[in-house]
């Protein structure tokens, strides 16, 4: 299991390599990538991501080790980048490797609820117009009711 809370990019075709390289254990690899999306208006300029180094790597490993007990999970990636942002950027990556795929893809679907929802990062969007703090969606709230048990 790799979690990783960083502030450099990352490249995604060598971190997907690396996690699907040489695997006999697992049929199934699913990646996923999180984009820094601009906003409908198309004016952000930036997205600033805080948070709190150690409580949110323990978050996270808590999410994944959750998901590991939930499916039959032969390994787990997260990516996860903080401060700031351009539209294009790549913000997170998650990769789930398992046996077969409806576990693989169910765990990714997993994580990327509860990184949404329950990771502490705090997200900042920044445009000519001034800066405002993202609040929680009650979508993405929404997004983890299936999960429950």
């Known amino acids: 299991m790799k ?5 450099a990019p990352f490249d995604f075709g060598a971190e997907a390599n690396a996690f699907a390289a040489g695997r006999k254990d697992a049929g199934a ?3 996923f990538t999180g984009i820094v999306r601009d906003l409908a208006r198309g004016d952000l300029d930036r997205m600033e991501i805080e948070h709190y ?15 590991v007990t939930r499916w039959s999970l032969k390994d787990v990636l997260v990516i996860h980048r903080h401060g700031v ?8 990556m998650v990769a789930t490797a398992a046996p077969h795929r409806v576990d693989a893809f169910a765990a990714a679907e997993f994580l990327m609820d509860y990184l949404k929802s329950r990771a502490p ?6 445009t000519a117009g001034g800066a405002e703090w993202v609040d929680s969606k009650d979508e993405d709230e929404a997004a983890l009711g299936r999960w429950a048990d």
């Open 85 to 92: 942002l351009e539209p294009g950027d790549m913000i997170m």
């Open 3 to 7: 979690i990783a809370v960083q502030q």
């Open 29 to 31: 690899v699913v990646t």
């Open 53 to 67: 180094p150690g409580m949110t790597e323990k978050a996270i490993t808590a999410i994944a080790e959750e998901a």
């Open 121 to 126: 990062f705090w997200k900042k969007e920044v």
